[in-house]
Each structure stands twice: as structure tokens, then as C-alpha cells.
T-cell receptor
Framework: DAKTTQPPSMDCAEGRAANLPCNHS???????VYWYRQIHSQGPQYIIH???NNETNEMASLIITEDRKSSTLILPHATLRDTAVYYC????????????FGQGTRLTINP | DGGITQSPKYLFRKEGQNVTLSCEQN?????MYWYRQDPGQGLRLIYY???????QKGDIAEGYSVSREKKESFPLTVTSAQKNPTAFYLC??????????????FGEGSRLTVL
């Protein structure tokens, strides 16, 4: 499985867009990018995933660079409830059906 | 409402005792997973099962055992062979086989403390 690199922590002001970067320079052509988040002492929550096109849902947007070596998760209007650890995972959907979580980015939304 | 139920939420045990954590899901999912999380760390996969009566070891299976006799249930036993069992344990499920999308649904976790 391709490895990912995320900053250990980030801060963002409430109401602003939170942009969380993820590097995955060894990603292969059939590996997807997944994002999950974990609010303190709870189970992780799926946010979004994509292959090469940008994706948007009710929670967030996922921007994947053209060379697919990096991606950015965007929370358009961050609220205090978005404070969490965000995990970027790269994974081959047709392979072993298991997800491997890294250390993630601890995002703090400040009032 | 459909979901995953883990019990107990908190558990204290003496060193050397086996402990079984329960995980039940009513989402009709084929695949189920157990993860371990230590303070300030990411999740590490212990075991996973893609179908009833079958399961595979994850990255840190030593000292743990599982069974998958029913689709809805995937209990995890923390045995006395696990050197450092104090941790937060998370169970998850997902649709499996050709319906697999990579979206895992997690329970609320069980926090085990060994005294």
C-alpha cells in the first residue's frame, strides 16, 4: 500500500475554509485516496474518497493533483465541531479489503 | 437505526485474565474489522473478516483471537499472551466482496484497562 504524509497538526479559524494536505508520491494508478476523521474518543467517520477527479459531498471537497501525488481535503466553512484528527489513506480498492490508518492531522478549529 | 454496537464501553481487568469484547452490527455487512488505538496514535488493524467463518490476521494479531460464526457478530478476545493490552479497541464493518467501497462504519469503541 502506498504511504501518505500529513502534517501532524493544523489550526483554522471558525467560519474559514480548512485545507488539509496529504502527500502520496508513490500512489499507483489504481489506488484511491480516502479521508476519514476521528473526533476525540469516538470511532472514525468516513468523509470522502476519489481516484483522480475532484470530488464533493455534503461534508467536504477532495482535490487531487493531476499527477495524483498529493491531495487536499477542504472543509469549506469550518465549525468547532470539525475539530478532529483527519486521516488520509491511499488504498487499492480491489486488493485486501482492509484500511491502514496512519498518524493523521490533528485539526483544531479556533473560535 | 442500523449501526454497530460495541460492549462494554469501559472494561477493567487484572493482568493475566482473558477478556472478550463484543461487536454486533445490523447493517447486513459482510466484512468486519478490529482495530487497536493507543493514546495519540493512529489505528492499527488486529483482525478482519470478509465473510462468515473466515478471518485474516492484521498487522498486530499476536495475543488476540476472533471468531466469526454469525454475520452480525465478530467478538475479539484479548488473551493473557498480549503483552500490553491496555488500549482503545474499535470495531468496524463494511459491505464486502464486489459491493466493497472502502467506507467503513465504526462503533463507539471499548476502552480496556489492565491493572
Amino acid at each position: 500500500d502506498a504511504k501518505t504524509t500529513q502534517p501532524p497538526s493544523m489550526d483554522c479559524a471558525e467560519g474559514r475554509a480548512a485545507n488539509l494536505p496529504c502527500n502520496h508520491s508513490t500512489i499507483s494508478g489504481n489506488e484511491y485516496v480516502y479521508w476519514y476523521r476521528q473526533i476525540h474518543s469516538q470511532g472514525p467517520q468516513y468523509i470522502i474518497h476519489g481516484l483522480k477527479n475532484n470530488e464533493t459531498n455534503e461534508m467536504a471537497s477532495l482535490i487531487i493533483t493531476e499527477d495524483r501525488k498529493s491531495s487536499t481535503l477542504i472543509l469549506p466553512h469550518a465549525t468547532l465541531r470539525d475539530t478532529a484528527v483527519y486521516y488520509c489513506i491511499v488504498w487499492y480498492l480491489q486488493g485486501a479489503q482492509k484500511l491502514v490508518f496512519g498518524q493523521g492531522t490533528r485539526l483544531t478549529i479556533n473560535p | 437505526d442500523g449501526g454497530i454496537t460495541q460492549s462494554p464501553k469501559y472494561l477493567f481487568r487484572k493482568e493475566g485474565q482473558n477478556v472478550t469484547l463484543s461487536c454486533e452490527q445490523n447493517l447486513n455487512h459482510d466484512a468486519m474489522y478490529w482495530y487497536r488505538q493507543d493514546p495519540g496514535q493512529g489505528l492499527r488493524l488486529i483482525y478482519y473478516s470478509q465473510i462468515v467463518n473466515d478471518f485474516q490476521k492484521g498487522d498486530i494479531a499476536e495475543g488476540y483471537s476472533v471468531s466469526r460464526e454469525k454475520k452480525e457478530s465478530f467478538p475479539l478476545t484479548v488473551t493473557s499472551a498480549q503483552k500490553n493490552p491496555t488500549a482503545f479497541y474499535l470495531c468496524a464493518s463494511s459491505s464486502g466482496g464486489v459491493a466493497f467501497t472502502g467506507e467503513l462504519f465504526f462503533g463507539e469503541g471499548s476502552r480496556l484497562t489492565v491493572l
